[in-house]
């Protein structure tokens, strides 16, 4: 096994990528074992059918102490028996693409905005939907600037940070939608989050101001959606030469 490269966890989550019809395809994963130079990892499946990879190559992306890594491995093998399983050589270089917490891309994305008061922060996800309704008169809009697996940089107007005393330390629920595409099918979703601003973020502008906020308790379904549409956004920005 090459030595001095950070390498997933066995158990640990991640992401296999591969080209199928020109286009790169994200499937879920988990290191299921690590043995001399093959990783073992859980095959990936699409509703509920074993996904078979045609190529020999394959980009597998994990996150490590909050950063995200990526590595080209050549597929071994795919076994569908006793455990389907898709064994991939361990690499020589694994490449690290950013500190943060997750794959961070601008995309400006609606959202409506609702702060918790000191009794509110420890409201439970299941409850979200409830406390939302109730405070309807409450919630406003504002604008989502880059997103991540990890949070949000968000723009909202100064006349809502006056009236709510937004600023760093306060909680609050996000509501937004997000899509994307996979194997031909179109996914959205709509989310409700809790977040927590850690970052009061200078701008230009004085009617409005801007904040980094981090995903609180947010369940792993929510997550793993999230990464997904953040990756497929990446891929596109690419291609465009944005990043």
């Keep these: 096994m090459p030595s001095k490269i950070v390498l997933p966890e066995v158990g640990s989550k991640v992401w296999i990528e591969v080209k199928e019809g020109g286009d790169l395809q994200s499937y879920t994963s988990r290191v299921e ?27 597998v992306r994990f996150v490590h102490k909050d950063a995200l ?46 702060v918790l008061s000191e009794d509110e922060i420890n409201v439970q996800y299941r409850d979200y939907p409830k406390l939302w309704e109730e405070k309807l008169f409450d919630i406003f809009d ?14 909202i107007s100064m006349n809502w940070v006056k009236q709510y005393d937004i600023r760093v330390g306060r909680y609050m ?22 977040i927590k601003i850690v970052r009061d973020i200078p701008i230009l502008s004085k009617l409005n101001a801007e904040f980094g906020a981090t995903f609180i308790d947010i ?23 944005v990043l």
């Design 142 to 155: 504002g604008v989502i600037k880059d997103i991540s697996g990890g949070g949000i940089r968000f723009n």
């Design 33 to 59: 074992d690590i043995r001399g130079d093959r990783i073992v990892l859980a095959a990936p499946m699409y509703k509920g059918t074993l996904v078979k990879i045609n190529s020999g190559k394959v980009n």
């Design 69 to 114: 890594y990526v590595f080209e491995s050549d597929v071994l093998e795919q076994r569908a028996m006793p455990i389907p399983s898709l064994i991939v050589r361990v690499p020589k270089e694994v490449k690290r693409e950013q500190r943060r917490e997750y794959v961070r891309v601008p995309w400006l994305i609606m959202a409506k905005f609702l």
């Design 219 to 241: 369940p792993d379904r929510d997550r793993d959606f999230i990464i997904k549409a953040v990756l497929q956004r990446q891929r596109e920005l690419i291609k465009k030469g």
């Design 173 to 194: 629920l996000v509501k937004f939608s997000l899509e994307y595409d996979l194997l031909g099918n179109h996914y959205e979703r709509e989310f409700i989050e809790k």
